[in-house]
């Protein structure tokens, strides 16, 4: 990833198209959150554009008529960037960009360039890489070439501003050197759920901004960082955590889902989200203040679904009580979604009911056992502390008592170990 000096705020124009069959409040939400996507990238939003259409035009998304009304608003308005709330085509890109004169980026782009902002490690910066080259591809044109070369800012980070440069042969020599690495990476991650196998593990998942973050942070003591931003998160981060008992736990925080996620994106960040896939235990963190909290449950559960995740033990867990005044929306969220758990990770309110819930959970997915076995069984008796929790441990003349808990699956290979049915 290349480096990119500090800007100024670029100001920005969201374009989206109202169908038919969605309501115009839908829209405007949106949009509204589009808009904090530009925000979180840099940009100030001057416009929101809704054009009712029963389709997209192939050739400027929202037909030539409106394309050049809404150039002459730009040009007078001076507006660096137009933003279109779905994914154009390089035939869209390129007549727009002509009719403009200004940047033209998509939700995908736009999404893109946050995380190249948002990205951090190592690992995440090759995911983002990968990620912005695959969309880039079939993109590359020479309206794009001259764009970055004059503006600079939103949609032009990283790879932007050397690789569009380039011809298709280079990129696609460097998407296949980032997949190797990332095959690098998915393998090194196997290796450390390997050695996490004896641990209860939990993920947190949910909409962006919805505060897994800060609610991470409240049940394992940390300070990993949290901002009223969307993707604030882009690493996986692993924690241990302390439920008050002898048990073995690890939390870990995850990167948050949104509606229209670019494909590319899911799939360069897959060995980030393994963290999900993995676990034993998924806290689904919902902002039950935001008007469409149930919309992006859906979606949460939707993707969750397509990593293979839907069998997974789940706690729903509805934050930012302490910004809701209307207690009729509480009462409906108990009796709509039973099981769940209503919090505020930032005031700290039933935390401790969400401990014990999980507590609970633990205590169903672990049995306790007893066995009996020679003292001389040295190699028998590692093993078992090993995979299982000891709970006591006597020691007569020539035999060992050992107490354990331990889940049902190391369980059945304690007892194999034992030739025991």
């Given at each position: ?19 038919r069959?969605v ?74 960009e ?8 998509d939700?995908s ?59 298709r ?71 241990s ?12 925080d ?6 229209k996620?670019p ?14 896939r ?9 902002d ?23 069998s ?14 209307d ?69 007569n ?25």
């Amino acid at each position: 990833m290349i480096d990119i000096p500090k800007r100024t705020k670029e100001r920005a124009m969201l374009v989206a198209i109202n169908y038919r069959e969605v309501s115009r409040e839908v829209i405007e939400e949106h949009l509204s959150e589009l808009e904090e996507l530009a925000d979180t990238a840099g940009a100030d939003t001057i416009f929101k554009i809704v054009q009712s259409r029963n389709r997209f035009d192939s050739a400027y998304y929202i037909g030539k008529g409106k394309a050049e009304e809404l150039a002459q608003l730009v040009e007078f308005n001076d507006i660096d960037i137009v933003i279109f709330d779905d994914d154009l085509t390089p035939v869209q890109v390129r007549n727009l960009e002509k009719l403009f004169n200004r940047k033209i980026l998509d939700r995908s782009g736009l999404i893109l360039d946050i995380f190249a902002l948002r990205a951090k490690t190592k690992e995440a910066k090759t995911q983002v890489e990968l990620a912005q080259l695959q969309y880039m591809l079939p993109r590359l044109t020479r309206a794009w070439t001259h764009l970055s070369k004059q503006y600079g800012g939103i949609g032009t980070k990283g790879p932007g501003e050397t690789q569009i440069e380039t011809d298709r042969r280079i990129i696609r020599t460097r998407i296949s050197h980032l997949k190797e690495k990332l095959i690098k990476i998915e393998s090194q991650r196997v290796t450390q759920s390997r050695g996490r196998k004896d641990y209860i593990r939990i993920s947190l998942a949910g909409y962006t901004n919805a505060g897994k973050s800060t609610l991470f942070n409240l049940l394992t003591q940390s300070d990993v960082f949290a901002e009223d931003k969307l993707f604030a998160t882009l690493d996986s981060t692993t924690r241990s955590m302390d439920l008050n008992r002898n048990q073995k736990i690890l939390i870990s925080d995850t990167v948050g889902f949104i509606r229209k996620l670019p494909p590319h994106l899911v799939a360069s960040f897959k060995s980030t989200l393994n963290e999900v896939r993995d676990a034993d235990v998924i806290l689904h963190v919902i902002d039950m203040s935001h008007p469409f909290y149930e919309d992006h449950l859906g979606i949460v559960e939707e993707t969750l679904e397509e990593f293979g995740s839907k069998s997974k033990i789940s706690i729903k867990v509805f934050n930012k009580v302490d910004a809701i005044t209307d207690k009729n929306k509480i009462d409906y969220i108990r009796n709509t979604y039973p099981g769940s758990i209503i919090i505020s990770a930032q005031k700290g309110i039933n935390i401790s009911k969400l401990k014990t819930r999980l507590l609970d959970i633990i205590e169903k997915a672990y049995v306790e056992d007893e066995v009996k076995l020679p003292i001389i069984e040295n190699k028998l008796i590692a093993n078992i502390h090993s995979v299982a929790e000891v709970v006591s441990i006597k020691y007569n003349h020539d035999s060992v008592v050992i107490k354990y808990r331990t889940s049902k699956e190391n369980s059945e290979k304690i007892r194999k170990m034992l030739n025991k049915p």
